[in-house]
């Protein structure tokens, strides 16, 4: 029987479908990269993500089809996850909701919002009848198109979280009160980063909607754990290959092949022929035994280092009752 389940496992069917993969795992690594400004620099848990790539996507195909460049109408989708993010700052700043009802209540405010946008509960974007800036149907441009995407994101931020706002917001995110104390306005900081991440997570949303050929108002459902273990991911192998020379540059820059490598274990589940009904069940098991890895690797160092303790004292104890019966 297993013999059997092995030998109808084709090798050929994963490879072709290795650069498909390789694809939506970009376009998702800049949602992750987005993600991250709130997850990670803003230690903000935004769930206003899932509402949000939804909404590029239904702005990005609405737009297309009604006759506008697929550039402009990928520039208004961002946009419209700024706004989506600023709706859920001014939640927080403002109403003093905490992070995650704030995040949900815009989330669940935007499935009718992109209900309205789409007029329906999908649209289809056709390839044939729109130039696109990437599509399913040429891979290669595909990966190309989100490959680029990724780079000026990577490129973007760490330059503009290099700069004085920019470290106002690390700083917000890294210690509140002190920052405060220093004169930084922390509302307004958090205002910009959701802003920004929520912008950058919508773009993405046009990207995938252009990628797919249709917009859907439950698109992004899900998006926060794909975003999440895309960032796990790409933390956990960017700190095993580069260890203590990993610096923001390269964080990013992992983070966005975080979500490659995720899509590409996703596609190993579905070669195996798993039942697709449990994809989610797999991102969930992926996703923890990432986030375990590091804990149980600091876990093991301490033990070792406790050890090591012991037996030095130990050995300690010992030389020390030698001298003593020598004397």
């Not at 694809?23 to 990269?33: E, F, H, N, R, Y």
């Not at 993500?49 to 990928?74: E, F, K, Y």
């Not at 004169?183 to 959701?194: D, E």
Request: aromatic share 8%; charged share 10%; glycine share 10%.
């Amino acid at each position: 029987m297993l013999m059997s389940y092995f030998a109808s496992l084709n090798p050929a069917s994963f490879f072709n479908a290795l650069p498909s993969n390789i694809a939506q795992g970009l376009i998702w690594g800049v949602m992750a990269l987005g993600l991250y400004i709130t997850f990670r620099l803003l230690d903000f848990a935004d769930l206003t993500v899932d509402g949000s790539m939804a909404t590029g996507g239904a702005v990005t195909v609405v737009l297309t089809t009604n006759g506008w460049h697929i550039w402009a109408a990928l520039l208004v989708a961002t946009l419209a996850g700024v706004c989506a993010g600023l709706v859920t700052g001014l939640f927080h700043t403002k109403l003093g909701i905490p992070p995650i009802l704030s995040g949900i209540l815009t989330q669940i405010a935007l499935y009718s919002v992109n209900l309205h946008i789409i007029g329906s509960a999908n649209k289809a974007l056709s390839v044939d009848k729109y130039h696109l800036i990437l599509s399913s149907r040429n891979i290669t441009r595909a990966i190309i198109a989100a490959a680029l995407f990724c780079v000026v994101v990577i490129a973007i931020m760490y330059w503009y979280f290099g700069t004085e706002q920019g470290s106002a917001i690390r700083a917000t995110g890294c210690n509140p009160a002190m920052s405060k104390a220093q004169g930084i306005n922390i509302q307004n900081m958090k205002l910009i980063a959701l802003c920004i991440s929520n912008g950058i997570v919508a773009m993405s949303g046009g990207l995938l909607s252009q990628y797919s050929g249709f917009a859907d108002v439950n698109m992004g459902r899900g998006a926060i754990v794909i975003g999440l273990a895309a960032i796990i991911i790409g933390e956990v192998i960017g700190d095993a290959v580069l260890g203590k020379h990993m610096d923001f540059k390269g964080r990013l820059t992992f983070v966005a092949l975080g979500g490659v490598i995720y899509y590409i274990v996703i596609g190993i589940v579905i070669w195996l022929k798993m039942d697709s009904n449990d994809l989610k069940l797999f991102t969930a098991i992926i996703v923890a035994i990432f986030l375990a890895v590091p804990y149980l690797k600091a876990q093991s160092k301490n033990s070792f280092r406790r050890a090591a303790k012991r037996g030095a004292m130990m050995k300690v104890s010992q030389d020390s009752s030698a001298n003593g019966k020598e004397v």
